[in-house]
């Protein structure tokens, strides 16, 4: 890894190749900022940046594809920043400073950023490259979806993450019959506990999807005109599909790193201020890796902007450091809220209630009095302060009695134990 971080200076040409979420943060945050290099950003899509995030109510019908631009084209004419869309960069001449797109298109640089994303992760199932099958990751993705849902009645959603809920929930709303395929034994399983993967099942089949969990994807199987038509599970189980939707995960974006032959391992290796193996390149977000760590949810990506900012522009940044990451989930109608470990250890003290007629359910994990996890479905107005009492490392032992009653009351009891006077009563220190 790079033990030289060189200074950045507002004459010097950066390169950000990637126009996602990402990128376009980066962006934002050096535009805040009174110092900044000369800025160029490439994006391999036709669109400027949009938010991702808002792919899922997109599909769903309940959201214009107008609400999802961060920015229009011309703000970034306006802020001085040349955008090239529509180019994949596909070469990096480090001893010259300078890459190459598909188009032809040359540019130099003192710094580059790749902030290049990620792909989706595909299972190794035979099939897998018929003609309806899809995957779920940009705008592309959705659009033909969407076309998907008016031209077929059944769908086949692979994988029981957040990704693969909020599709099969879009395609439902779309007017399609959705069966959901989870390998594993409950829905969300590195997010949620197994009550509150139960209560998130027996709600969603009460929308209508065909839930299978633990189930093994044998094959897909083609009509006789080589389309798409039914997902064949290892138990025997056949289901009708006029498209099937595979959202299992993502891969890290790394190829252009190997080229440009940085290192590598699953994602492109960065220190604590995303500077890869050379001192003039640095990479971000999904793409990634630090420490051995990959990156797919907003929270730490935008540590990472912030962190990248300070320093592309000469300041003196603290470097890049993982935190627990809150999970929200974006179907509407659900509350859910979850950080920390899915399962309790022998060290850790479990609080929980549940209320079967409102439909909510609250579990901590509590170790040596301080929060280290917590799932909330239904109610989930608590879930922010319960990170933050995490992140802050808290005592909250004095609170103990109160922490299931929510935040309001918790805090309450924190306050006063704060209040307390420390001092022996007069008797006593006498």
């Known amino acids: 890894m790079p033990q030289r971080h060189p200074e950045t200076t507002a004459t010097d040409r950066l390169v950000i190749v990637g126009n996602g979420m990402a990128g376009h943060r980066l962006v934002e945050a050096l535009l805040a900022r009174p110092e900044r290099p000369a800025i160029t950003v490439i994006g391999a899509e036709t669109a400027p940046a949009y938010n991702r995030i808002l792919l899922s109510p997109l599909l769903a019908g309940e ?9 229009s084209a011309e703000w970034y ?4 920043i040349e955008l090239v869309l529509g180019e994949r960069v596909e070469s990096i001449d480090r001893t010259a400073r300078r890459l190459t797109t598909d188009a032809g298109r040359e540019l130099g640089y003192d710094r580059l950023v790749l902030a290049t994303g990620s792909t989706p992760a595909r299972p190794p199932v035979p099939g897998l490259e018929l003609p309806g099958v899809h995957v779920f990751r940009d705008l592309h993705d959705a659009d033909a979806l969407a076309r998907a849902a ?30 959901l395929l989870q390998r594993e034994d409950r829905l969300m399983n590195r997010q949620l506990d197994l009550t509150a993967a139960r209560l998130l099942e027996s709600e969603l089949r009460g929308r209508g999807l065909d839930i299978h969990t633990e189930a093994q994807l044998e094959r897909l199987e083609a009509d006789t005109e080589g389309q798409v038509c ?15 939707v595979v959202a299992i995960g993502i891969v890290p974006n790394a190829e252009l790193g190997r080229v440009a032959e940085l290192e590598v391992n699953r994602g492109i290796v960065v220190d604590e201020w995303l500077t890869t193996s050379d001192p003039t390149i640095h990479a971000l977000g999904e793409c990634c890796e630090h420490r051995g760590n990959l990156y797919g949810l907003v ?3 935008w540590r990472q902007v912030e962190v990248l900012a300070e320093r592309l522009c000469g300041q003196q940044a603290q470097g890049y450091q993982e935190l627990p990451t809150a999970t929200k989930l974006k179907v509407s109608g659900i509350s859910l809220y979850a950080f920390g470990p899915t399962e309790a250890e022998p060290e850790h003290e479990v609080l929980s209630y549940r209320d079967p007629q409102q439909g909510d359910y609250r579990r901590l994990l509590l170790r040596d009095g301080r929060l280290e996890g917590a799932v909330l479905y239904g109610d989930t107005a608590s879930g922010p302060w319960y990170f933050e009492q995490t992140l802050a490392g808290r005592d909250l032992t004095a609170c103990r009695a109160a ?17 307390e006077s420390p001092q022996r009563p007069a008797k006593e220190a006498a």
């Open 230 to 244: 039914a997902a064949l599970l290892a138990d025997g189980t056949r289901l009708a599909a006029d498209c099937v």
């Open 77 to 80: 004419a306006e802020q001085g």
């Open 299 to 301: 929270e730490p990506i």
């Open 403 to 419: 922490l299931l009653l929510g935040a309001a009351d918790a805090q309450a009891l924190l306050d006063d134990s704060l209040n």
């Open 150 to 179: 008016q031209a077929g009645r059944n769908a086949v959603v692979i994988g029981g993450g957040l990704l693969g809920l909020e599709a099969a929930e879009g395609l439902r709303k779309r007017g399609m019959q959705v069966s």
């Open 63 to 71: 959201m214009e594809r107008s609400a999802l631009t961060l920015r």
